[in-house]
């Protein structure tokens, strides 16, 4: 019985996969037709565009935005809703988070790690 | 300009039935298991990209398609009807009685003690016997009235298929099959408990 409530819909907050901004999170700010989306990150230091569905992967997390709500308005909304720290905290947002910290450890960092483990 | 040549799509196609008093739904990725006082049932949807899901109190559920074609669109009445079906079977079973018909040489059906197989004798005279096994679920039994068997079961698609089954092995061979009617034939479908509807 899993859950089928993550729809692609103005305010639904998605991460940005691949390409320019990869590893973000912005907000839908319309819905122009089955495959694009008009996105808005001020929050996150994504640009106003339009984006592909194929680039995108839903979050839990949806903002209460008027459809083609403008940048202020997207920023407003976003700092009221905590969004930032709500998505600090969760596992999604962690996992690549020690993905970012791993892959950036100097052999400095390994050696402090594997005596830190024993 | 054959820039929009492809079908169009259809953004939300939707349809839901209502779940009767006990039973039970449950659905996980396209499985679904249906619950009922004769038993269980389980089938899946895998090979179909549907939104299977049941309401939390259980009572509804609900097929949806999004930006479906006219092949995926006819698929979500198709899973709502096969529901259907096994709710039906789990409350009421299914049962298909069919009779031997001959002209000449009487049919002698044999049923093993278990009900889950059968062995056809005399078919047009022939020597050569023909066995079928049932479907698991599926139990064979005389009705008590003279050359009629009835398969009871409580998947359609089992009871249904091994109906066939027995009248494919009773086929007319090098005759005219409009003049040799021989063979055992579905005659009547219901249910084994007595169906409201």
């Keep these: ?118 | 300009c054959p820039a929009t040549l492809r079908a169009m799509k259809v953004i939300k196609s939707a349809l839901s039935m209502k779940i009767p008093e006990g039973v039970t739904v449950e659905s996980r990725s396209r499985v679904l298991r249906v619950k009922g006082k004769r038993g269980a049932l389980s089938r899946s949807f895998r090979h179909l990209s549907l939104d299977i899901k049941v309401s939390p109190n259980g009572r509804t559920l609900t097929v949806e398609k999004w930006f479906g074609v006219h092949k995926e669109l006819a698929a979500v009445r198709t899973v709502i009807t096969h529901v259907r079906n096994m709710i039906k079977g789990v409350t009421y079973g299914f049962r298909y009685k069919m009779k031997s018909v001959y002209a000449h040489f009487p049919i002698n059906m044999v049923i093993s003690k278990a009900g889950d197989s059968i062995e056809i004798r005399n078919f047009l005279g022939e020597k050569n016997n023909r066995t079928v096994n049932m479907l698991r679920g599926v139990t064979v039994s005389q009705t008590g009235v003279k050359d009629e068997i009835q398969l009871d079961g409580n998947d359609i698609e089992a009871v249904s298929h091994s109906a066939a089954l027995i009248q494919q092995c009773c086929c007319v061979k090098n005759k005219d099959i409009r003049k040799f009617l021989d063979g055992v034939y579905v005659s009547e479908k219901s249910t084994v408990l007595a169906s409201d509807d």
């Design chain 1, 1 to 118: 019985m899993g859950k089928l409530d993550k729809f692609v819909e103005v305010g639904r907050v998605a991460f940005i996969a691949n390409g320019k901004d990869s590893g973000k999170v912005c907000a839908i700010a319309e819905i122009i037709d089955q495959n694009r989306v008009l996105i808005d990150g001020p929050c996150s230091g994504v640009r106003r565009q339009v984006c592909d569905m194929k680039r995108l992967h839903l979050t839990r997390f949806c903002i209460d935005l008027p459809h083609s709500a403008r940048t202020a308005v997207v920023r407003r909304k976003w700092t009221a809703a905590k969004l930032d720290e709500k998505w600090k905290e969760t596992s999604w947002a962690k996992k690549l988070e020690s993905r970012r910290l791993r892959t950036n450890m100097s052999d400095f960092d390994r050696f402090k790690l594997a005596r830190a483990k024993q």
